[in-house]
């Protein structure tokens, strides 16, 4: 899913696909050589990633090879594989990032990177932090948490900036072979305040289930989550009587956008 715009003007393409799988790209409209462009791209799977690499290519085919482009890529792909965790396995981020640095990008925005290693890796690199979107939800007076000790600099961080108090919970491992039993929540009863779970990524959401039904006798209120990006695989009936409402700033395509519990902000 992309879409290039120069100043307030869309650039129309089209994209095509082989019966062998290969993509094509063609841009249709007329581009000035001193235009810079923009590049939006949510990119949800290979194809998508492909069809970036391609449009570059045809932008720069169309209007000269020193255009400026600047890239906006809220999730980045890959980022949650930033180490090499087992011999012989390749190290994700690292190859998606030099497929970006590759194109040349004047700048490249991502919202909420899972991981620090990727600025280091990406050029020309901003990070729209988190509290940018926190900022958007309704507070009333909640109460963040930060679900993992991974969570735990970035939540403290948007709970400063925001003026907002926040406990921590952690992963409780089984010492024989890592294996989650459990979650603990740092905090004393909260009487009537909300809590408000963020993080940066939702899967299947196992972690912030477990979660939700340790914090649910710490509070006479309501438990929020939100997620910066909803991949939500499992769907979001898995948190229906543990989560009163669910938050998003960049859902996945096919999470139904319309689901009651849930709101993009």
């Known amino acids: 899913m992309l879409s290039v715009s120069s100043g307030l003007n869309e650039v129309v393409y089209e994209r095509l696909k082989f019966s062998g799988g290969e993509i094509q790209v063609r841009v249709k409209s007329t581009i000035g050589k001193g235009e810079e462009l923009g590049i939006d791209a949510f990119l949800f799977s290979s194809d998508d990633i492909m069809e970036l690499v391609l449009l570059v290519d ?9 255009i400026k482009i600047h890239l906006i890529c809220p999730y980045l ?9 087992a011999a012989g396995e390749s190290l994700a981020l690292k190859v998606m990032c030099d497929i970006i640095n590759g194109l040349d990008f004047t ?12 600025l280091a890796l990406l050029n020309n690199a901003y990070n729209v932090h988190q509290r940018e979107f926190v900022s958007r939800v309704r507070r009333n007076d909640a109460v963040l948490v930060a679900p993992d000790a991974g969570a735990i600099k970035k939540t403290l961080e948007t709970a400063k900036a925001l003026g907002m108090p926040m406990v921590r919970a952690d992963k409780i491992r089984s010492v024989e072979d890592g294996s989650i039993t459990g979650t603990v929540v740092y905090s004393e009863h909260i009487g009537d305040k909300d809590f408000l779970i963020v993080d940066d990524i939702c899967d299947g959401g196992r972690t912030f289930i477990e979660l939700a039904k340790v914090l649910r006798p710490l509070t006479n209120g309501k438990i929020y989550l939100y ?9 979001l009936e898995v948190f229906d009587g543990l989560i009163d409402g669910i938050y998003t700033a960049n859902p996945f395509p096919h999470v139904f956008r319309k689901h009651s519990m849930l709101t993009i902000v």
Request: hydrophobic letters at 40%; charged letters at 20%; proline letters at 3%.
């Open 107 to 118: 700048t490249v925005t991502v919202w909420d990177v899972h991981s620090d290693v990727a």
């Open 58 to 66: 045809a932008l720069r085919r169309a209007a000269g090879a020193h």
């Open 227 to 235: 997620i910066t990006h909803g991949i939500f695989s499992k769907g």
């Open 77 to 85: 792909p890959y980022a949650r594989q930033d180490r090499v965790c």
